[in-house]
């Protein structure tokens, strides 16, 4: 696939798409997509709030703009929050827990996902998100 924005399909093995880069997400600094959808599912790149080595503001900043790239690269794919059924979240500091939260649950108040967060070592960013959803069924598109 070639270096630009939009989303390609290999049929050679079963119904794979692969989203490259939608707008308003930074670009993936590495030879990967920002998603990928088969069988019904959508998997997604870790999805981090700029380009590495900077940040949005606040670590809340950064967490809305995570979200924000996620949501992005999911209508990409065909879904969307309400279809996501599981999160992975890394943090670069414990004492993000509480304010990570506090943002996330503005997001999945009440599509709560099955999730697992840790804290590791971020190359220069202080979290990262990917997740699975579903795809959206073709009348909610």
């Known amino acids: 696939m070639s270096g630009g924005s939009g989303t390609s399909t290999d049929t050679s093995v079963g119904e794979i798409t692969r989203i490259d880069s939608p707008p308003g997400v930074p670009a993936a600094v ?26 949005t503001g606040t670590f809340e900043d950064d967490v809305h703009a995570t979200l924000r790239h996620l949501e992005a690269v999911l209508h990409a794919a065909g879904s969307d929050l309400d279809h996501v059924v599981k999160v992975n979240t890394y943090l670069s500091s414990p004492d993000q827990l509480a304010p990570y939260n506090k943002v996330y649950e503005t997001y999945f108040a009440d599509r709560r996902a099955a999730r697992t967060t840790v804290c590791v070592g971020l190359w220069g960013v202080t979290l990262e998100i990917d997740c699975v959803a579903v795809v959206r069924p073709e009348g909610e598109r």
């Not at 920002?34 to 709030?49: D, E, H, L, M, R």
């Open 30 to 55: 590495g030879p990967y997509v920002q998603a990928t959808s088969a069988g019904g599912f959508v998997f997604t790149t870790g999805q981090i709030p700029a380009a590495p080595g900077t940040s």
